[in-house]
């Protein structure tokens, strides 16, 4: 087990999990084949890393109403994000665990709009600020007052045109952490605020989260793998930046002549830009027209893992250039890499790998893993603050 007798993580298996890493990305290998395969790591990835980071919820566009509301699972816990205000006059958006104080039911389910946040179970009544105002037949309760009883709040913030929401009450503000990404979404997307959700494409992986994260860091596969990509982007400037929790993937898009992708003939956006955010969040804005997409790595068990990519676009409905584009990521791009993930994924269980060598570019390119390299330092920081005695 990574664990200690009293349930902290254990500085020695932590340790021999990153034997191989090194500071230096050109003297570095990989994290050792547990992390990817042995529960107990899964577990230490949804306490020490979801639940202690900022994940993704949705586009500001759908909790822009008074009253609107979401709820999502984060790291396994149930969330309801919901916007304040009244008589079209939008108030605080605020999170809480979608819990009832009286008997742990969830309160509210999907999404939509509300006046207030009633318990299914027993209709215990709250405000959109969390306050308990009504508990049917407890007046006669001693010592009990709904004035002092409110929902857990969890840290909430808008970023990037989109609604984001953390677990961990210490953990900096958003903006703060991601240094410059804001700026980068802006001066890449300026429109993102005004896009508005046209598509969602789903999948289930048999693979381990940090496996997904992986492929998707690095273009070194990409000449081997992704025939078509290659033609869209001009792999020539292919360039990957990593900064303190994100990383940019920047590339112009190739000749149309020669793309074999999908049509971009008349595409007004002629960039290929590209962020991860730590820990698992995609962001992309693929040449065509205006668009943003999407992409949350969802952990679901050891070797399993749900991916959601929403299309934000200029029109809810998608044009025939973007049903094709649409259609290339689901039917190609995507069978390519969950392939190639899930091969990996059958490797790391056998007795033939433990790690590999990180293969770097000096000068940044898109065929260099040194993306990979500053995930997996991420990683083992996260380990290492919860090793027992860290601080």
């Not at 046209?198 to 596969?221: G, M, P, Q």
Request: glycine share 8%.
């Amino acid at each position: 087990m990574s664990t200690g007798a009293d349930g902290s993580l254990s500085k020695e298996r932590v340790e021999r999990l990153g034997a191989g890493w090194h500071d230096e990305p050109t003297r570095s290998s990989s994290l050792h084949a547990d992390a990817y395969v042995q529960p107990e790591w899964f577990a230490a990835d949804q306490e020490e890393i979801v639940r202690r980071t900022w994940q993704w919820v949705c586009h500001g566009e759908k909790l822009r109403a008074p009253g609107s509301f979401m709820t999502e699972l984060i790291g396994e816990m149930p969330i309801v994000i919901v916007r304040g205000g009244e008589q079209g006059e939008p108030g605080e958006l605020r999170a809480f665990y979608n819990v009832c104080k009286h008997r742990a039911h969830e309160l509210l389910s999907g999404e939509g709009t509300t006046r207030n946040i009633v318990c299914p179970y027993h209709a215990w009544s709250y405000d959109l600020g969390g306050q308990l105002r009504s508990a049917r037949h407890t007046k006669h309760l001693v010592d009990f007052e709904t004035e002092s009883i409110c929902l857990d709040q969890v840290q909430v913030t808008e970023f990037g045109g989109f609604v984001w929401v953390n677990l961990d009450p210490a953990a900096p503000p958003l903006p703060e952490q991601s240094g410059d990404l804001g700026a980068e979404i802006a001066h890449w997307a300026p429109d993102v605020e005004q896009l508005t959700f046209a598509h969602r494409l789903t999948y289930d992986i048999n693979s381990n989260w940090k496996n997904v994260i992986d492929n998707f860091l690095e273009c070194y596969h990409c000449h081997v793998a992704h025939q078509d990509f290659v033609s869209l982007v001009d792999m020539d400037t292919y360039s990957v930046t990593t900064h303190g929790i994100y990383s940019s993937h920047m590339a112009e898009a190739g000749r149309s002549d020669e793309n074999s992708a999908y049509d971009v003939s008349e595409a007004t956006v002629r960039d290929h830009a590209v962020w991860w955010l730590w820990p698992n969040t995609c962001m992309m804005r693929y040449p065509g027209r205006g668009n943003f997409i999407v992409l949350k790595v969802i952990p679901i068990g050891p070797e399993r893992t749900l991916e959601t990519y929403d299309f934000f676009l200029e029109t809810s409905e998608p044009n025939e250039a973007e049903l094709e584009s649409i259609r290339y990521l689901d039917e190609v791009l995507q069978v390519e890499d969950i392939n190639l993930v899930e091969s990996v994924q059958r490797g790391m269980r056998t007795p033939a790998f433990e790690s590999g060598r990180i293969v770097v570019d000096p000068q940044g390119s898109g065929l260099s893993e040194h993306g990979l390299h500053h995930f997996h330092g991420l990683v083992l920081d996260a380990y290492r603050r919860a090793t027992k005695g860290s601080s």
